[in-house]
């Protein structure tokens, strides 16, 4: 999942976890006469490219979706351990080709509608169609395993042939070929229930307001570059948040939004670059650094993320592998995190973060700071000093504090004759042009949908994967990373990803340069506030001081 601000990843621990989902209510919940519930939370966004699942893809529309939504299941960023939502229990052949899930019985949508097998289905579907919307999903892949993807996608089929509604409460889900981690996927915000009703009939509309099956929704409908604003669902079949409602604020930049924050009119937003000491000493370090407590609410918690620089493969210019190893060599990693952070990232030595099985310190052996290895691989590549390299575009999206980085890059790239100007475009236009291959070098955040190698392997660099926004293609990493999924062992399935990881290091497709690490602040107000390495808050648990 692209990341747009401060980007997330995958979850960690907090004050019950990183699920929003679980049976019964909770004694003194919502409703229940306790003097927690209650309120309405100020919550900074930028403005996001979708909230609708059918294209759930960056961390601005997830935030919102994951709290309309709740997919089959959740994952328990305490424990390590995947627990049910959606579906209240499920079963795995032992070939890791079949699985099948049992619903919870008495689950409604925000409309009333029961929530069945077949909506699941049907949002599959939907992600799949390629009739669904004006233009198709990028986050289709995530099904591409599932049987019948192929001929849905390319319009040969009405359906995933796969997924079948076996009863009212019972969905089976078909693979093509073993996939062991598949059960992992299921936990993807976008994998939720769509009503089959009539109520996702107009695409429009729909993407609007979504009307889904989790503890909120939402109240009346987006309204762009101002607000997102969602309700406490009543009749949710798990636990009754305890706030009213929260308000999801747009904000074109962290820093206005941090001044919002500072007047008392935001409950949770981003602290911008350079502030973070200053919002530390201020406000108070979380105890765990994912809870915001009074007192103790700037979260710095680690996440399962890492931020890199997309270069396009296919630039006449940056297609030069020699050109590639010297922009990695020529980035100060550790003066970004100093200078931009405060400290508080770490310099990135691969694409998979901490966090992840699979991780290993020093997997990319570019991803370290030598300027004299840069400019041998200038040399080497016949561009001694950056002579004959035209002026190159450093791409980055507003609104994410992302400037001071690309500047300082801007200047490590001037120091081994590398000529780059900056260029500034909203979120979505910076989406859609990275997807197109109409920037050059860019920059994302790339936050876990789910804690497996894969979801890095194969996202960021299998060729046919719509998050591949560096065109990357290599047929022999494709064919691994196909051998990878089917293996059924764990650690050998692990060893088979750390060996890929390997192959697409030598390649250099992209730039790794920091693992991120939470820059966000509470009100004094906030408590048991629980904001994942995912970036997604577990919303229903927190509470406001009245």
Known sequence: MAGAAAIGASALQGCGGGSSSGGGTPSGGAGGGDSK????LAYYISQ???IDPFDLQESEGTQVSSNLFDSLVDYDFVTGELVPAAAESWEISEDATVFTFKLREGAKFHNGDPVTAKDFKFGWERIVNPNTAPDPSAISYHLGMVKGFDELLSGGAKELSGVVALDD????VTLTQAYADFIFVCMHPALCPVPTGGAAADYKTYSRAPIGNGPFKIKGEW?????IQVERFDDYYGEKPLLDAVDFKIYQSPEN???DFQAGNLDFTQIPPGQISAAVAEYGESADGWTVQPGKQCLLGEESSTYYLVINNNDPVLKDKGIRTAISYAINRQAICDTVFD???APADGIIPPGIAGFHEGAWDTAVYDVEKAKAALSAAGFEGGEGI????LSFNTGGGHEDIMQLIQADLAAIGIKAELNALEWAAYLDALQAGQIQIGRLGWIADYPIADNFAYALFYSESGDNNSKYNNPAVDAKILEARQITDTDARVKAYQDIDKLIAADVPVVPVMFYKHSRVGSQRLNDFFFGPNMIADL???WLTK
Do not use: H, M, S, W
């Open 37 to 40: 519930a209650g309120g309405t």
């Open 48 to 50: 996001p490219a979708f």
């Open 169 to 172: 409460l019972t969905l089976e």
């Open 223 to 227: 309204v762009d570059d101002q607000y």
């Open 257 to 259: 939004a941090f001044n």
């Open 343 to 345: 400290g508080t990232r």
């Open 390 to 393: 035209p002026t190159i575009k």
């Open 540 to 542: 229903p648990k927190a």
